[in-house]
């Protein structure tokens, strides 16, 4: 029904910025709300942002003033600044779609990028 391909994931230096976008395809009506969620090795995965439809955004406080999330027609992305090395792990994208007109809803997960940060 949906898809969702993520992109843009790679090695970066501390300090140094990447950009995340993550595309959602198929039977989509409308965006109830898509995130970015990590998880590092040996941990919980995490929400990183999460932006709704009416653009209403949510950070992890760990992340707040240097990652921003954005969203246009059914691709978010996720602009990295100033990463630090505990930002390394897998990036996940996540969303909750409506496919139809009477309020079905698609949620799940794409397949993960690699971030890795490092000098």
């Known amino acids: 029904q949906v898809q969702l391909v993520e992109s843009g994931g790679g090695l970066v230096q501390p300090g140094g910025s990447l950009r995340l976008s993550c595309v959602a395809s198929g039977s989509i009506v409308s965006i109830n709300d898509m995130g970015w969620y990590r998880q590092a090795p040996g941990r919980q995965r995490e929400m990183v942002a999460v932006?709704?439809?009416?653009?209403t955004t949510s950070y992890a406080d760990s992340v707040k003033g240097r990652f921003t999330i954005s969203i246009d027609n059914a691709t978010v992305d996720l602009q990295m600044n100033t990463v630090k090395l505990e930002a390394t792990a897998v990036y996940y994208c996540?969303?909750?779609?409506?496919?139809?007109?009477?309020?079905?809803?698609?949620w799940g997960w794409g397949q993960g990028t690699q971030v890795t940060v490092s000098s």
């Open positions: 932006i709704n439809g009416d653009g």
């Open positions: 996540n969303a909750l779609i409506y496919i139809d007109r009477v309020g079905s809803t698609w």
